[in-house]
């Protein structure tokens, strides 16, 4: 592929070769390689890497670096340029180079930086020498090593020592303050110790004060700055989103300020979490992030994929999931607090399932919601989101009843609009011991939600861990009505408003029954 801007890539690449031909010399000239050079061309990360992937020569007053952040939209080839920055430190490095790999969970370092198609394992190839699953742990043929870490696990820094670490989508960890603090203060060997941030931008105070650092230089880019992606996707994601405040943030990697008028700010969500480590919700200890006990993880493996299998919470036998996204086998996993983690919880009084039924096939709100205390002193507590996606509704209404059985409830309160009596029954057909309670949207979802954002305001609700696409849709709820968020509606956002309201009606926010 030739590129008009030689800038745009590393000199003496096989690009800048191909550039001083004529096409048809250059296709001559391809046509001529044998397969190991054609390899060779191929896996040349200078021809192919575009502006933002290279890693800069200093900060811009001269001096060296620190920290380098790439902040780009989706599909920029973040992750491909993380792993080609630490494959090409391991193989310039000494034996006892030491580089962190951080993930919002261990799940999605593994999954994303190690194993993912363009994770350590597929550009580091040859260099590898042995992935050990159990110890979380990368070694390479030159003795180097490149151990896992999460970003909800701040303790498990403290001590370790590093030349240099990749942090991967910083926005979505749960505890990314605190773990950022504990990596830098081991970040320490060497002469010159780095960081690089691989993350699409999401409005927080970590990734604002990070990047406003001294010797914190930033790259990055939208979507469609990368040649090399599909053009039936850039087009596709362009005409859904180009224009909207989802595709600035997730396709132009802007980092945006808060909507103006919106009812929950990024400071107020912040305000509001709560480490869901200090809670205790039975669960099996197996399940703790980081310490799975198959026998298939006690011994190194090379190269290959051992999915370290984390059961979900939602399954009937009341195991609580450790961690956001997707479970080894495909299904969803709730986001938010369902772990095992902590020897404290909350007296909770009372806890429901809120439920936001689906219009078509869009997605169902499915917020666990629970009250600490009685009244003056009643706290909201958001625990877990469980929404699915593209479910029949005897499906949602399974993951409903999954959902109410993990948190140890039978008490269920729904939207009766989409669906009326059908909502019911489709509920009490999944789990006839559900108590089901319909309410009544008689006014707009933002006019519902202004009492409980309130609350948020007063210092009343507490959000357990991070829920990316609930809160998300929080952030786009505007007074007095609008929604500029995520989707076409806030499903996720309206069943945490029917929750919240529900679990908290003695104190003044009611609802409507049908």
Same mark, same amino acid.
């Given at each position: 592929?030739?590129?008009?801007?030689?800038?745009?890539?590393?000199?003496?690449?096989?690009?800048?070769?191909? !550039?001083?031909?004529?096409?048809?010399?250059?296709?001559?000239?391809?046509?001529?390689?044998? @397969?190991?050079?054609? !390899?060779?061309?191929?896996?040349?990360?200078?021809?192919?890497?575009?502006?933002?992937?290279?890693?800069?020569?200093?900060?811009?007053?001269?001096?060296?670096?620190?920290?380098?952040?790439?902040?780009?939209?989706?599909?920029?080839?973040?992750?491909?340029?993380?792993?080609?920055?630490?494959?090409?430190?391991?193989?310039?490095?000494?034996?006892?180079?030491?580089?962190?790999?951080?993930?919002?969970?261990?799940?999605?370092? /593994?999954?994303?930086?190690?194993?993912?198609?363009?994770?350590?394992?597929?550009?580091?190839?040859?260099?590898?020498?042995?992935?050990?699953?159990?110890?979380? /742990?990368?070694?390479?043929?030159?003795?180097?090593?490149?151990t896992?870490?999460?970003?909800?696990?701040? %303790?498990?820094?403290?001590?370790?020592?590093?030349?240099?670490?990749?942090?991967?989508?910083?926005?979505?960890?749960?505890? &990314?303050?605190?773990?950022?603090?504990?990596?830098?203060?081991?970040?320490?060997?060497?002469?010159?110790? /780095?960081?690089?941030?691989?993350?699409?931008?999401?409005?927080?105070?970590?990734?604002?004060?990070i990047?406003? #650092?001294?010797?914190?230089?930033?790259?990055?880019?939208?979507?469609r700055?990368?040649?090399? @992606?599909?053009?039936?996707?850039?087009?596709?994601?362009?005409?859904?989103? &180009?224009?909207?405040?989802?595709?600035?943030? %997730?396709?132009?990697?802007?980092?945006?300020?808060?909507?103006?008028g919106?009812?929950?700010?990024?400071?107020?969500?912040?305000?509001?979490?709560?480490?869901?480590?200090?809670?205790?919700?039975?669960?099996?200890? %197996?399940l703790?992030?980081?310490?799975?006990t198959?026998? !298939?993880?006690?011994?190194?493996?090379?190269?290959?994929?051992?999915?370290?299998?984390?059961?979900?919470?939602?399954?009937?036998?009341?195991?609580?999931?450790?961690?956001?996204?997707?479970?080894? #086998?495909?299904?969803?996993?709730?986001q938010?607090?369902?772990?095992?983690?902590?020897?404290?919880?909350?007296?909770?009084?009372?806890?429901?399932?809120?439920v936001?039924?689906?219009?078509?096939?869009?997605?169902?709100?499915?917020?666990?919601?629970?009250?600490?205390? !009685?009244?003056?002193?009643? @706290?909201?507590?958001?625990?877990?989101?469980?929404?699915?996606?593209?479910?029949?509704?005897?499906?949602?209404?399974?993951?409903?009843?999954?959902?109410?059985?993990?948190?140890?409830?039978?008490?269920?309160?729904?939207?009766?609009?989409?669906?009326g009596?059908?909502?019911?029954?489709?509920?009490? &057909?999944?789990?006839?011991?559900?108590?089901?309670?319909?309410?009544?949207?008689?006014?707009?979802?933002?006019?519902?939600?202004?009492?409980?954002?309130?609350?948020? %305001?007063?210092?009343?609700a507490?959000?357990?861990? /991070?829920?990316?696409?609930?809160?998300?849709?929080?952030?786009?709820?505007? &007074?007095?009505?609008?929604? #500029?968020?995520?989707?076409?509606?806030p499903?996720?956002?309206?069943?945490?408003?029917?929750?919240?309201?529900?679990?908290?009606?003695?104190?003044?926010?009611?609802?409507?029954?049908?």
């Open positions: 592929m030739r590129r008009d801007a030689a800038a745009d890539r590393g000199a003496g690449s096989f690009l800048d070769l191909l !550039d001083g031909l004529t096409p048809g010399q250059a296709a001559r000239l391809i046509g001529s390689l044998s @397969i190991e050079e054609a !390899d060779a061309a191929d896996g040349d990360w200078p021809s192919w890497a575009h502006r933002g992937h290279r890693a800069p020569e200093g900060c811009a007053d001269g001096t060296p670096w620190s920290t380098w952040v790439i902040k780009a939209g989706r599909g920029f080839g973040k992750t491909l340029a993380g792993a080609q920055w630490v494959t090409a430190l391991v193989a310039e490095g000494g034996a006892d180079l030491r580089v962190a790999l951080v993930g919002a969970t261990l799940d999605d370092a /593994r999954r994303v930086m190690v194993e993912g198609r363009s994770g350590l394992i597929a550009v580091a190839g040859a260099l590898l020498k042995e992935w050990h699953p159990s110890l979380r /742990r990368l070694t390479f043929r030159t003795g180097a090593e490149a896992l870490f999460s970003g909800a696990s701040p %303790e498990a820094l403290r001590g370790p020592e590093h030349h240099y670490a990749w942090c991967d989508e910083l926005t979505k960890w749960e505890r &990314a303050r605190d773990t950022w603090d504990m990596l830098q203060l081991g970040l320490r060997l060497g002469a010159h110790p /780095r960081a690089l941030v691989t993350t699409t931008p999401r409005a927080g105070p970590v990734l604002r004060a990047m406003d #650092e001294k010797g914190t230089v930033t790259t990055g880019g939208g979507t700055a990368n040649p090399h @992606i599909s053009s039936a996707y850039k087009a596709r994601v362009e005409a859904l989103y &180009a224009g909207t405040r989802l595709g600035r943030q %997730e396709l132009d990697g802007e980092l945006l300020p808060d909507a103006a919106a009812l929950w700010t990024v400071a107020l969500i912040e305000q509001a979490r709560v480490d869901r480590h200090a809670r205790s919700i039975p669960a099996r200890a %197996e703790v992030e980081g310490h799975a198959s026998d !298939d993880l006690k011994t190194p493996v090379p190269f290959g994929a051992c999915p370290l299998r984390l059961p979900a919470c939602g399954s009937r036998s009341g195991q609580a999931s450790t961690s956001s996204g997707r479970t080894a #086998e495909g299904g969803e996993r709730a938010g607090g369902a772990g095992a983690f902590g020897t404290e919880a909350p007296p909770f009084t009372r806890t429901l399932i809120a936001d039924p689906p219009s078509g096939d869009g997605t169902c709100g499915i917020i666990a919601c629970a009250r600490a205390s !009685d009244p003056p002193s009643a @706290i909201a507590h958001i625990l877990a989101d469980h929404s699915v996606t593209a479910r029949s509704p005897e499906g949602w209404a399974q993951a409903v009843a999954d959902a109410a059985a993990c948190h140890g409830t039978r008490e269920v309160v729904a939207e009766a609009n989409q669906g009596k059908m909502v019911r029954a489709v509920l009490l &057909a999944a789990d006839p011991a559900l108590q089901v309670r319909l309410v009544n949207a008689r006014h707009g979802k933002s006019v519902r939600a202004e009492p409980v954002a309130q609350l948020f %305001e007063a210092g009343r507490r959000l357990h861990g /991070r829920m990316a696409e609930l809160e998300a849709q929080l952030l786009g709820m505007i &007074a007095g009505g609008g929604y #500029e968020g995520p989707g076409t509606s499903d996720r956002a309206d069943a945490m408003v029917w929750g919240v309201s529900e679990v908290m009606r003695a104190v003044g926010v009611r609802v409507r029954e049908v």
